[in-house]
């Protein structure tokens, strides 16, 4: 289920919520990395930015957005982890 779009200077998340049972994130934030600003921005910087966004919020202090999606959106897609050798 699709929650809220989280977002900063250098990258772009959709938060999630797995509803399917069995299965499992290792990420803090069950999240899709939706984009970066270049390609000198991982994508693993996602991470980085919903810990911060999740304990000091978002708006003009912490320079995070965020936007709630409303009608609780469900999707369907593949899992799978990004590896990057850049």
């Given at each position: 289920?699709?929650?809220?779009?989280?977002?900063?200077?250098?990258i772009?998340?959709?938060?999630?919520?797995?509803?399917?049972?069995?299965?499992?994130?290792?990420?803090?934030?069950a999240?899709?990395t939706?984009?970066t600003r270049?390609?000198?921005?991982k994508?693993?910087?996602?991470?980085?930015?919903?810990?911060?966004?999740?304990?000091?919020?978002?708006?003009?202090?912490?320079?995070?957005?965020e936007?709630?999606?409303?009608?609780r959106?469900?999707v369907?897609?593949?899992?799978k982890?990004?590896?990057?050798?850049?």
């Open positions: 289920m699709l929650e809220r779009v989280v977002w900063d200077d250098r772009m998340a959709i938060v999630a919520r797995i509803v399917d049972n069995g299965w499992e994130c290792t990420n803090e934030i999240h899709i939706v984009g270049g390609n000198d921005v994508p693993k910087e996602s991470n980085d930015l919903l810990k911060r966004w999740l304990e000091k919020g978002s708006g003009d202090e912490t320079q995070i957005g936007l709630v999606i409303d009608g959106k469900i369907s897609g593949t899992v982890g990004v590896l990057s050798n850049r």
